[in-house]
């Protein structure tokens, strides 16, 4: 069994930066793809961003330009840099991820996912 704990989260201001981590531990694999999703008061949940361990990412439409997901592989952790942040980025943050014996593609869909966190409070205020 894998574990993931995520940490950062918080309050800040629109136009300002937060930066969340995503730590792995446990049965895990070389490779793998971590992905963030984040559920909005009253909205489905919905894809962020994803790594693979290839380095090769994907981005919601709604953050691209403005978060950057990238991982420190030593560490087993991987990290949301999220920029000029809107009001509308306020949500929970899930870190997800899955391990494989192969190198697999980051995927939006939350059911590729076997590992989760438990989720963490971000809060943009305007």
């Known amino acids: 069994q894998a574990q993931l704990v995520e940490d950062g989260g918080g309050s800040a201001q629109a136009g300002g930066s937060l930066r969340l981590s995503c730590a792995a531990s446990?049965?895990?694999?070389?490779?793998?793809?971590v992905a963030w999703f984040r559920r909005a008061p009253g909205k489905e949940r919905e894809f962020v961003a994803a790594?693979?361990?290839?380095?090769?990412?994907l981005y919601a439409d709604s953050v691209k330009g403005r978060f950057t997901l990238f991982g420190d592989d030593a560490k087993n952790t991987a990290y949301l840099q999220m920029n000029s942040l809107k009001s509308e980025d306020t949500a929970v943050y899930y870190c997800?991820?899955?391990?494989?014996?192969?190198?697999?593609?980051?995927?939006?869909?939350?059911?590729?996912?076997?590992?989760w966190g438990r989720g963490i409070q971000v809060t943009v205020s305007s």
């Open positions: 446990g049965h895990i694999f070389n490779n793998y793809v």
């Open positions: 790594i693979g361990s290839d380095g090769s990412t």
């Open positions: 997800a991820a899955r391990w494989a014996h192969i190198v697999v593609p980051p995927t939006p869909r939350a059911s590729s996912y076997d590992y």
